[in-house]
């Protein structure tokens, strides 16, 4: 449901996710300028399932 919820056995999964990021930001020319992966957990879930979001640009490039 969320990263509170991973189990060794989910990391294969978990590899393709990053993956994935990593071919985005790739393809997308992000590489250059930065990125976030970013994801939500708990109350800031309407329906609980793992996924990541791929953040870029001025807007985003705070750290919390």
Do not use: C, W
Not at 8 to 15: A, E
Not at 31 to 59: C, R
């Amino acid at each position: 449901d969320s990263l509170t919820t991973i189990q060794t056995s989910d990391h294969p999964i978990l590899v393709e996710i990053l993956e994935v990021a990593k071919d985005l930001t790739i393809r997308l020319g992000l590489e250059k300028n930065g990125a976030k992966i970013i994801t939500n957990m708990g109350i800031f879930q309407d329906t609980p399932h793992l996924h990541v979001h791929l953040l870029s640009g001025e807007k985003y490039n705070t750290f919390i």
